[in-house]
């Protein structure tokens, strides 16, 4: 019973979310594009129908929203802007840390101002030397008695402008380490990075530490996790979230092309009754429905914590983000010369689509990944033969 009523609240939460996102974010997503920001009343409206909690479990002050739930809100995004997936998909990444590797102090002490929004997520992996290669990264974490020591310096850091806390990857005594910097700590410098052709929305910041003291119990999980399980285990959540949102843009870019091809007339007719125009109809309906399955076949191995869960939401990601770059560019094509004017979203669309192969692994991380994973696979499929 109190399952049900669980499952119907969620439902309810969900169907909100949705219609927020609709109404408040996908109305506006071009104007925050020019903006290069999200205006501070859609901040206000994120955190007021939950979407900072959507991640969080209900006893950490979060609505808990299950794999499946939370990929449809990531859809939503996907559909509506990708600069405000951005915004999820880092917050979500820094809480889904916590819940996985943080003490029992840390939870209690940051999940509940997470969930509400009072403070926003960023997660600071990347530098101008270590992209892709993760472990090339130079920042430092030195320990000098019960405090840890981080200096460094941070590329690339979505809604790094805002955000009140840091989940920062550094080295510590040689090994990656992951550490959780208050925004308010000393020693820190933010520049915001303007004019990025994708995501531009995103409030991306270069982030600098400067012999910044931060308390050792900051630390994330303990010295034996390092690269492969906490900033593999956020990661995935990353790549979980672009999946979706990847799916939820190729969506947009699909209506707007049936849209589009119905209206405009070209020899006497419309775009829509010219093969080579239903040829790329055809392509983006049954590549973003591919696309969606695959982000509903992660869903379920998440639900089922299934042991090749990683490995089939990478699998989502990599189709999904493939599916939304070839949408976007038939989109473009579609819309002729109308697709370059900003009249059109369909230009935002293809900006933000090449992002999605680069984000939380790139597309040939992501092939090396797979298929060091082919033998498996194949191996599994041997019993349907
Ligand atoms: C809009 C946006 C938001 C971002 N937000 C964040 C954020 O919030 N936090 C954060 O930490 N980072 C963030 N990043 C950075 C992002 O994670 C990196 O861009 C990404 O990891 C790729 O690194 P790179 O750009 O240095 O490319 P590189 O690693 O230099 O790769 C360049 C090219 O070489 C290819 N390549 C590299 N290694 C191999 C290999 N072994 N085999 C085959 N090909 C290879 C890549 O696929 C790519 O095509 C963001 C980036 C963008 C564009």
Not at 234 to 263: N, T
Not at 334 to 356: E, K
Request: hydrophobic share 50%; charged share 20%.
């Amino acid at each position: 019973m109190s399952a049900a009523v669980d499952l119907l609240e969620r439902a309810t939460q969900v169907a909100r979310l949705k219609s927020m996102i609709s109404v408040a974010i996908a109305a506006r997503a071009d104007d925050f594009d020019a903006a290069g920001e999200l205006p501070a009343d859609v901040l206000s409206l994120c955190a007021q129908e939950g979407l900072f909690g959507m991640a969080i479990p209900t006893g950490h002050g979060g609505i808990g929203l299950d794999p499946r739930e939370l990929g449809e809100v990531f859809e939503s995004l996907g559909r509506a802007s990708a600069s405000a997936l951005s915004l999820a998909t880092v917050h979500v990444m820094v809480c889904s840390a916590l819940l996985r590797w943080g003490s029992a102090a840390q939870k209690q002490r940051w999940l509940p101002h997470l969930a509400s929004g009072g403070a926003i997520g960023a997660f600071a992996l990347s530098e101008a030397e270590a992209g892709s290669d993760a472990n090339a990264v130079q920042t430092t974490l030195r320990s000098e008695s019960d405090e840890i020591v981080v200096d460094g310096c941070k590329a690339w850091i979505s809604f790094g402008t805002i955000a009140g806390l840091f989940l920062v990857v550094g080295k510590l005594d040689g090994r990656i380490a992951a550490i959780l910097v208050d925004r308010s700590t000393p020693g820190i410098d933010i520049e915001p990075i303007d004019g990025m052709a994708g995501f531009r929305a995103g409030m991306l910041a270069q982030v600098r530490f400067e012999g910044c003291r931060v308390p050792r119990e900051n630390l994330l999980g303990s010295a034996d996790f390092g690269l492969s399980q906490i900033v593999g285990s956020v990661l995935d959540h990353g790549r979980y979230s672009i999946a979706w949102g990847a799916v939820g843009l190729a969506q947009a870019c699909l209506q707007a092309s049936v849209d589009y091809a119905a209206k405009r007339r070209q020899f006497g007719r419309p775009l829509q009754e010219h093969q080579l125009v239903q040829q790329m109809l055809a392509d983006m309906m049954v590549e973003h429905r591919a696309a969606r399955l695959m982000c509903l076949d992660a869903a379920a191995a998440r639900a089922n914590r299934s042991p090749d869960m990683i490995v089939r939401t990478t699998a989502a990601k990599y189709v999904a983000a493939r599916a939304a770059d070839r949408a976007a560019a038939a989109a473009m094509q579609i819309h002729g010369a109308n697709g370059f004017s900003t009249r059109y979203p369909v230009q935002r669309f293809q900006r933000d689509a090449r992002v999605f192969g680069v984000i939380e692994g790139t597309t040939q991380i992501q092939q090396v990944l797979l298929a060091q994973h082919a033998p498996q696979w194949a191996d599994g499929l041997k019993e349907f033969f």
